[in-house]
């Protein structure tokens, strides 16, 4: 059995609803040309998250994730969305641990590991980003960076678990 490749994109804080389904009826229009092996995976706003699941069962291959999620399925986190909540919309993946995340809003290896936990508990793929700043690359320090974030998130998780990742 060959390797399975994933192709993603993150629309990011960009991209209104009214360009989702222009956007997928392109992409159905070239999808065929994607070699079998290769899944793709848009991680649209959240506002667009059903549309782009609807719009996304025209184009083989392609899977619907969503930028962030919050650890608890439900309560009082305002500006927040769970997990169950992203399974509603459409999702099968879900962005964690991404630089900006991380940078600007103080997620720490502690949180994104209590996320990709809550991802798996719900039937989710974690999409686990490590990496460094410029900085830290500049100084050599980019593996450590990488090692420290990737055995922080994935701290006492067994191989089952990371497996889905």
């Known amino acids: 059995m060959g390797r399975n490749y994933l192709i993603a994109g993150n629309w990011k804080m960009n991209s209104g609803s009214g360009k989702t389904a222009p956007f997928f009826n392109e992409l159905a229009k070239i999808a065929g040309n994607v070699p079998g092996q290769v899944e793709m995976l848009i991680c649209p706003p959240f506002i667009s998250l059903s549309e782009a699941a609807e719009a996304a069962k025209s184009v083989p291959g392609m899977h619907i994730g969503a930028q962030n999620l919050h650890f608890e399925n439900d309560g009082a986190y305002t500006g927040e969305i769970s997990a169950v909540m992203l399974k509603d919309a459409g999702c099968s993946h879900v962005i964690i641990g991404h630089s900006e995340r991380r940078e600007y809003f ?42 420290t974030q990737t055995r922080g998130a994935l701290a006492g998780m067994g191989k089952v678990d990371i497996a889905k990742i």
């Open 106 to 147: 103080g997620e720490t290896d502690q949180i994104i590991g209590k996320k990709i936990m809550k991802a798996l508990e719900n039937d989710l793929t974690p999409v686990v980003c490590v990496g460094e700043v410029l900085g830290q690359r500049k100084s050599g320090d980019h593996f450590s960076v990488v090692e």
